[in-house]
């Protein structure tokens, strides 16, 4: 059980700055002080937690789940501290660096990942935003599926996830999670050439089935759909990306869910599904106790105030320049 009592806010800044650069090296580089004495001032923290809060991977530490704990809620504990202090004529330093005061104007390098349609039709119009009113905050960003997002945010290997479920297969994730809902979609079922207007499922029961080759959500809500109309469904192809699945579909090698407002290609059709249908919905999603950091507070912010609930519309749906067939 972690004693927070009397712990050296200090200590809390460089444990933070540990959780957030991954390695001694790194918080002594940009503390200005030795490696010896950050481990130090980290075996000290430990004391006074009363528990373990690094342990030893390879070469380099990380941090042990109660260390990660302790860095979650490290800005909090700071700013708290700040506030208290603040109304106080004797404060003479302040504990923590500017990125990590709620306060301060943001500065920073937010790591960010997260499903490629999210990227591009949510992240990238915010962030070309901020290039214009806050230069100083800048993001690295990295394509992954929820679930990979998700791990990576525990492990504090993310500060910021755009993420996605469905209304049939909801996402299962970290308590330690925080889920800000951006936007909602229906999807269809994709079939090729014409078709009619209203779908009927057991036509379909006989039919290869495509799903994510990267995350098992839609194949989950594909058996959900198939269960209620009374069949199995033969889950033959995995694919990751929308065009390749469109060009499966159009070559007539199976069926699979695409979003009902994305464009696409000639010789397919998108039907709308029967009750209860498959909703998609787009989360930013963060650590508990990591929002309050200015530059993640204000990507945060940015995507929200753009956020109208609905889908992006048609002209923002992404679709390769060149049909995915004929690429090589």
Do not use: C
Not at 99 to 127: Q, Y
Not at 290 to 316: C, M, V
């Amino acid at each position: 059980m972690l004693n927070n009592s009397g712990m050296d806010p200090r200590r809390l800044r460089l444990l933070l700055a540990l959780s957030r650069l991954g390695s001694m090296r790194a918080v002594a580089d940009s503390e200005g002080m030795s490696t010896s004495t950050v481990s130090q001032q980290i075996a000290a923290l430990a004391a006074e937690a009363g528990t373990a809060l690094i342990e030893p991977e390879g070469r380099r530490v990380r941090l042990t789940p109660a260390g990660r704990r302790l860095a979650g809620h490290a800005v909090g504990i700071l700013a708290a501290l700040d506030a208290a202090h603040a109304t106080s004529a004797s404060v003479t330093q302040r504990w923590w660096s500017d990125d990590l005061d709620p306060r301060a104007d943001p500065v920073g390098v937010v790591r960010v990942g997260g499903f490629a349609t999210g990227i591009r039709v949510s992240l990238l119009p915010v962030l070309a935003d901020i290039a214009d009113t806050n230069p100083g905050v800048q993001a690295t960003i990295s394509e992954f599926e929820p679930l990979e997002a998700f791990r990576l945010l525990v492990d504090d290997d993310l500060d910021l996830a755009l993420a996605y479920d469905y209304n049939l297969a909801p996402a299962s994730a970290d308590p330690v999670l925080e889920f800000v809902a951006l936007w909602t979609t229906p999807w269809g079922l994709a079939v090729p050439g014409q078709a009619p207007a209203v779908v009927d499922l057991r036509a379909y029961a006989d039919a290869s089935w495509i799903v994510n080759s990267r995350n098992t959500a839609d194949e989950e809500a594909v058996r959900i759909l198939a269960s209620l109309a009374g069949f199995q469904p033969r889950i033959t192809h995995q694919i990751d990306s929308l065009d390749l699945v469109e060009d499966l579909v159009s070559a007539g090698y199976g069926v699979g869910l695409l979003p009902m407002h994305r464009p696409t290609q000639p010789g397919i059709t998108v039907l709308p599904l029967p009750g209860p249908g498959v909703v998609m919905t787009a989360f930013a999603v963060t650590r508990r106790g990591r929002s309050t950091w200015p530059p993640l507070r204000l990507i945060l912010n940015r995507l929200q105030a753009k956020a109208s609930g609905e889908a992006p519309g048609l002209d923002l749906w992404p679709r390769s320049l060149i049909p995915a067939k004929a690429q090589m």
